[in-house]
């Protein structure tokens, strides 16, 4: 029993720890079939089964996997893994085993999620090629089970554990994609783990409301987080975003980046190229960075740089600087499309070399602080590179931003160049977040007009709703209203601690019209963000505002009707900072939309999809329904709000002259104004402060990565003395 535990162990550790090898450049393959198990059992599975993915492989698909499965055959079964005496023998058929069960099951993953379909396979083929990898994987699950390994001990049962396993790293289990492992594992069955694995993975992909909306065109979807991609690839995920709190959690989640960015750090070119703290933080993001753009490589590519983009955030200390951005910008840039030509070489190996290797699937995230995001996006846009502006919440600064990435695509247009896609987040969850604060700290100071104690009240409210401890350390009574009705102790208005608060002492009539009004204005908060995208997406994307648009493209700058659709075609609004899952279901567009979703919030509206009476059907074309009529005449009594709805009178002459026709007020955001706009500043707070955090963290690691054993432990001694 003992031996036999120890076996166990032993596979796990192995197929745990196994490290990739580095591929050699030119790519030494054959064939087709040669290039798939020769890069897979070098240790790059997933590489191996994205080289598939193309539309030349069309008609090919069964052949191909099929004279794969023979070489991997003869692989698997050149000798039992419990007759070799040798632990090097014995690692090495391991391993071995493990890189070949990966590779079917993710050519099987490939085949069961959306993939299939941008690579254009018809289901014929995509099916049969399916039934034929999973039952080799059962022949060599029973070619395991005979030799007299124990259940514990098959490699097929450890490499099906370490798929859950890394899919449950996402938020630490808190995730869609996390449970979607936790339901995988109630279907597997002693002996058929892989094999069982992919089976029960087809299902749970199938199944997914996610899916379901991307197979039918309803809207695109990105994750707003570092990791997990692959897996919500494959329910048509086409965009992931990164900022330093994401690129943070990523490297909490997964411990592993801490090990890439070990060697990165002992590398010549690191030492010769990174002399500031801000230059490790760079290549520490980076780093977690390079797997997101390696998963979502084929979609790019397939799609021509329309999808499949990495959205990366550029440092918040540079947000205001054309010239600090584009630096920044340029390095990333520069080392992704090292990467990546690396990457392609094999990925593309064997196709037609009409497409361009290398170009980075990366646009990059603009943050809009301050005006000066309209001269980078244009800049960066004119070059080819596709932006994602960022930190924005407002009407007017979306407007701006949007026709400031339309004339940079225009002169790229001009000069021949390819143009990429563009986002435009809408922060529309921030946005409602500062709205609440602010209104619950005008009703709190309400209240306390007429309360003597003053301080007495706010810390029995403090310590109602957990901010007790925050509230203490802050003398100033303003300091702890903030506190006490921030997002992070206040998730409603109608929470019960603050509403008895505003009722305290009140007659029942009148505490009855508190709690009333504190509902309606609750309810229309939560439409806020949702509104600012429907207007922005109205502005530009509406059946009768898109064709004027495209009208003046070609008329004030001369485009032709193709290249004028093809910039307006890369254009997506992208809602973000989602707090329920009516923000996702009320902002769905089948063009010019992308949603961007957050772990968590994605399992919330997949659970919400699974409600008796739900019917996606009837969110087609969300974007442009009137959800809430009432809400809106609510929320334009808040100024904040005005701000954030309205535009300006500069952009109503320009929206004017294009022919686009509404009330669209003059209170909106003018850029001057962009950075002293309350959910600009908190935003902008939190990543700084996020991306110091990080810095330090990132550059105190490679410091220690990097010193020597022997000066380490004389460092060790000094301190000891």
């Not at 070119?269 to 002399?275: G, K, M, Y």
């Amino acid at each position: 029993m003992a031996e036999r535990a120890k076996s166990s162990a032993d596979t796990r550790r192995i197929v745990f720890e196994a490290v990739p090898e580095e591929l050699p450049l030119p790519p030494q393959s054959l064939d087709h079939c040669d290039h798939v198990v020769r890069i897979s059992l070098a240790g790059h599975p997933e590489l191996a089964a994205d080289h598939l993915l193309s539309r030349e492989m069309n008609g090919k698909l069964v052949e191909t996997v099929g004279s794969v499965i023979r070489q991997l055959n003869l692989e698997f079964l050149k000798s039992s893994v419990t007759s070799l005496d040798k632990p090097e023998d014995r690692r090495s058929k391991i391993v071995a085993r493990q890189r070949a069960y990966q590779l079917l099951a993710e050519i099987a993953l490939n085949l069961a999620g959306i993939e299939r379909k941008k690579a254009g396979f018809s289901d014929r083929e995509s099916d049969e090629t399916f039934a034929r990898v999973v039952r080799t994987l059962e022949r060599w699950e029973a070619t395991e089970m005979n030799e007299g390994a124990g259940l514990d001990d098959l490699v097929a049962a450890v490499v099906a554990d370490k798929f859950t396993s890394d899919m449950k790293k996402v938020m630490a289990g808190a995730s869609m994609v996390a449970k979607m492992a936790e339901g995988i594992e109630k279907e597997l069955v002693k002996g058929k783990t892989v094999s069982g694995f992919v089976l029960a993975a087809r299902t749970a992909i199938r199944d997914n409301i996610y899916y379901k909306m991307t197979d039918e065109g309803l809207c695109k979807f990105g994750n707003d987080y570092a990791i997990g991609l692959r897996w919500l690839r494959h329910l048509g995920y086409v965009q992931v975003s990164t900022n330093p709190v994401l690129a943070a959690r990523a490297y909490e989640d997964d411990p592993a980046l801490w090990s890439s960015l070990k060697q990165v750090a002992r590398s010549d070119r690191f030492s010769a190229q990174h002399s500031t703290d801000d230059d490790v933080a760079m290549e520490a993001t980076m780093v977690a960075l390079w797997p997101n753009l390696a998963v979502l490589r084929p979609i790019a590519i397939l799609s021509g740089m329309h999808d499949g983009m990495v959205s990366y955030q550029l440092s918040p200390l540079v947000a205001g600087s054309l010239e600090g951005s584009f630096r920044d910008g340029m390095k990333i840039y520069s080392a992704a499309q090292e990467f990546l030509r690396r990457y392609d070489a094999y990925l593309m190996w064997g196709y037609c070399n009409a497409d361009e290797r290398g170009r980075p699937n990366i646009v990059f995230k603009v943050a809009a602080e301050t005006a000066a995001a309209i001269d980078i996006t244009r800049s960066l846009n004119e070059m080819g590179i596709g932006t994602n502006n960022t930190v924005t919440f407002a009407v007017a600064q979306e407007t701006a931003l949007i026709m400031a990435a339309i004339e940079g695509m225009v002169r790229a247009k001009s000069m021949g160049i390819h143009v990429t896609q563009v986002y435009e987040t809408n922060m529309g969850g921030r946005l409602e977040s500062h709205l609440r604060e602010v209104e619950a700290a005008k009703l709190l100071h309400g209240v306390l007009g007429a309360t003597q104690d003053k301080r007495g009240f706010l810390e029995d409210l403090a310590s109602r709703v957990g901010a007790r401890q925050e509230a203490d350390g802050l003398a100033p009574i303003d300091d702890k209203v903030k506190v006490i009705c921030s997002v992070k102790h206040l998730a409603k208005l109608t929470d019960q601690p603050f509403a008895e608060a505003l009722t305290a002492g009140r007659s029942v009539d009148d505490s009855g019209r508190t709690l009333s009004m504190l509902a309606e204005l609750e309810d229309a908060i939560e439409y806020a963000g949702t509104l600012v995208a429907q207007r922005v997406y109205d502005i530009f994307f509406s059946p009768e505002n898109r064709v004027k648009w495209l009208a003046h493209i070609r008329k004030e700058f001369g485009l032709s009707e193709r290249e004028a659709e093809e910039i307006m075609d890369r254009i997506d609004v992208l809602p973000a900072s989602k707090r329920r899952p009516n923000d996702t279901y009320f902002t769905l567009a089948r063009n010019n939309m992308t949603n961007t979703e957050f772990p968590n919030h994605q399992f919330n509206v997949l659970s919400a999809s699974q409600q008796d009476g739900f019917d996606v059907h009837e969110f087609d074309g969300a974007i442009t329904k009137n959800h809430n009529p009432e809400a809106l005449a609510g929320l334009l009594s808040i100024e904040d709000f005005r701000r954030a709805y309205e535009t300006t009178p500069e952009l109503a002459v320009i929206l004017e002259k294009v022919g686009i026709e509404g009330q669209f007020g003059g209170a909106g955001l003018k850029p001057d104004e962009w950075s002293s706009f309350g959910p600009v500043v908190k935003t902008m707070t939190e990543f700084r402060n996020a991306y110091e955090r990080f810095k330090k963290q990132a550059v105190e690691f490679v410091r220690r990565a990097t010193i020597h054993p022997k000066q380490r432990r004389a460092k060790a001694h000094e301190r000891r003395s």
